[in-house]
Every structure is written in C-alpha cells, then in structure tokens.
C-alpha cells in the first residue's frame, strides 16, 4: 500500500490549495479513503473521509464548508480541496487508508501572510 501526498505550499489567509494523494498497491474504489492534519504540537486529527464511491463525506467542524474532500476511482486520487484558509489551518497534512492503517508522508500546508 503506497500513499503519496502533493500540493501542499505556502498560502496567505484567505487563499486555497488544492491537495492530491495518488493510491497504490490496493484497489482504490473499495476503500474508504480520510485526510488528517497535525499542526505543531498538537495531536493528528482527522480532517474529511469520504466513501468508496464518493456519495458520502464527512469534515471535522473547524473545516465545514471550506474545505471538500472528493476522489476520483479511474485514477486511484483522493483529492482535498482547501478555500478561505486560516493561520489555524497550518499543519502536515496526511492522506489514509483506514482498511490498511496506511499514512502517506504528509505535506505541509503553511497559511500566513
């Protein structure tokens, strides 16, 4: 099972980034597939998940109506769509697969001016 994240940078307050993580190694369309993010000192925590067929998300509070999660099966990516960021929202950010209790390697997502 092989998780890879991209599209993390620096954002100013405000802006958006768009987050992928391509899946490998499982059959993709049979999973349920999560983002999680751990800011500095501060536990993991999860941010969105999203069913294996894309009909159901759900989003942590602090995130609703920001951010969308949503995935593409035909090319085995989840994606993490991010609008309205905040200080608040700086973290590593994590794609998983909780079938296999996989993590990616994270990316960094850094929202300041």
């Known amino acids: 099972v092989q998780l890879v994240e991209s599209g993390g940078g620096l954002v100013q307050p405000g802006g958006s980034l768009k987050l992928s993580c391509a899946a490998s190694g499982f059959t993709f369309s049979r999973n349920t597939m999560s983002w999680h993010r751990q800011a500095p000192g501060k536990e993991r925590e999860l941010v969105a998940d999203?069913?294996?067929?894309?009909?159901?998300?759900n989003y942590a509070d602090s995130v609703k109506g920001r951010f969308t999660i949503s995935r593409d099966n035909a090319k085995n990516t989840v994606y993490l769509q991010m609008n309205s960021l905040k200080p608040e929202d700086t973290a590593v950010y994590y794609c998983?697969?909780?079938?296999?209790?996989?993590w990616g390697q994270g990316t960094q997502v850094t929202v300041s001016s």
């Open positions: 998983r697969n909780p079938t296999y209790k996989a």
């Open positions: 999203i069913s294996r067929t894309g009909g159901t998300t």
